[in-house]
């Protein structure tokens, strides 16, 4: 998954325009050679508000400007931003619509705000704690896009290190105000986050071994090798002293409760989605869709090997050699041939794929924590779209079988295919084009993208058939989960609520991966409550909207025509997305 920031909600009724001016009501369609308008150039200025607000967002856009700056993450900085999505919410108000893109623009703007609000109401950055997606993590996780290659880069690394400090220390005292007030994460959250900055701030850790790194490449000063040393460990102790505050300060005065309660539950789910979803509907569903992904599995199972249990079928597939992939030279090349050969037939009948964007780097990332995920070009393409596989320590052999819908998912005609193409939409502006992640329209795309390919005939393959159903029945079963514990729900076998261990055995159950894996992916749907439910929902959004999209234009469009239309508004709300295909 793209490594972004992600705010979202619907709001009705903020397409209003000025009086004077009444036919700017009813946008007309773009023109061939669309002119910026205002309302692109107030996106525009939100997007630089954000970059203001997080220069780390530089890094990650490959936007131009200091690359060594963080967020402000202490009360005053939170402040700022609710303060600036009111000032712009109500500058939008006065400003007209030119076009059906300044209509999706405008209803895409006001939900940002709306959500942004809503969240500072809730006071939702004084819990924000947890063992993936929070400050503690994204301090950390920006070093891992920086470039490395050049003298300037390990001098920006540097004074990046040095300026940790003073970023943990905002978050620090955002803490401590929650303290005060009374509104604190779950302790079981507050406990990971401190194991990991604890880990990170070691000898043997992430930020004394990027110094040691720095060291191995010749070209590199002595100067700026002693700098580095320096600086990274002065940012070891910021977070030696940040795990230290979490778990002797902070763990104390959390909550013990795990889930959230519906109040929080709902803006988060709205947030990742950009839409409004009936939850108790949705948990009945993912119960559904999980029964008939696990008959699915077993129908699959049968023509594998007869007779085999679903666990057996995985188990002669995993005892395969033909689909093992041995070390990780080996692995990024599989990746890296697997997606060309995706890009390339794709391109021919499915999808309209430019040349410029056919370039997809498959990658070994400098991390160990197991994850795979996407990075989308720069703005200027000078840095193409990445797939990075973080490979966990000791794992050396990886089973094609599993991981072939992986490549789609991340590659094409998933994440590349769907950031990519925005990254040089000439219609958009560079807010809608580079730097509106919506988890639900991202990660449910897909999702999306992976069932698609199964009926485009390229799991054919029993066992790549089963390598999908894996992952779709992992991601249906913590639709469940996440919203069963958040919102106490029955539990599935009838009896009482959702906790903590029945949510590992109901995993275990339901998603093939190791203890660790499985332990660390609970932990972050207990952390980050409405993220992992939003792939699923979002991939049941996008196939309603191209059934109904395929229904209402009566034969006379094609499944490439959606493909094409949806994925050229860039990224968008659920709600949004629909507004666009069926309403302008």
Known sequence: MPKARNFGSIVGGMLSTTSDNPDSSQPTPASANRQPSPIDALADEWLETLVNADPSMRVFLGLPGAQDEYADYSPAGHRALAEAASTAAARLAALPLADDIDAVTAKELARTWIDIEDAARARLELRNVNNIESPVQAIRDVFDLMPDTT?????????????????????VETLRLGIREGITPARRQVLFAAEQATEWAAEDGFFRSLAARASEIESNPAAVVAELHR?????????????????????PASRTEDGVGREHYVLASRSFLGAEIDLDETYEWGLAQLASI???????????????????????????????????????????????RAVSELGEKHFEIPERIRALECMIAPTQTGGIYYTPPTADLSRPGQMWWSVAPGVTEF????????????GVPGHHLQCAQSVISPDLNLWRRSANWISGHGEGWALYAERLMADLGYLDDPGNRMGMLDGQRMRAARVVLDIGVHLGKQRPDGNGTWDYEYALNFMRENATMDEGQLRFEVNRYFGWPGQAPSYSVGQRIWEQLRDDYLARNGGHK???????????????????????????
């Open 151 to 171: 003298r300037e880069d390990w001098e920006n690394i540097s004074r990046r290190l040095d300026n940790v400090a003073d970023a943990v220390a905002g978050y």
């Open 231 to 251: 600086s990274s460990a002065l940012a070891a102790m910021s977070y030696a002293q940040l795990g230290e505050f979490l778990a002797n300060e902070l763990a």
């Open 294 to 340: 696990v008959a699915e599995q077993q129908a699959v199972a049968e023509q594998i090997t007869p007779g085999a249990s679903i666990e057996e079928a995985i188990a002669h597939l995993d005892s395969d050699p033909e689909r093992v992939i041995h070390g990780t030279n080996a692995l990024r090349e599989w990746m890296q041939q697997t997606s060309d």
């Open 399 to 410: 089973t094609t079988w599993r991981e072939l819908t992986t490549v789609y998912h991340e």
């Open 558 to 584: 094609t499944l490439r025509d959606f493909h094409k239309e949806a994925l050229a508004l860039g990224g968008v709300g659920l709600d949004t997305l629909r507004f666009a295909l069926s309403e302008l």
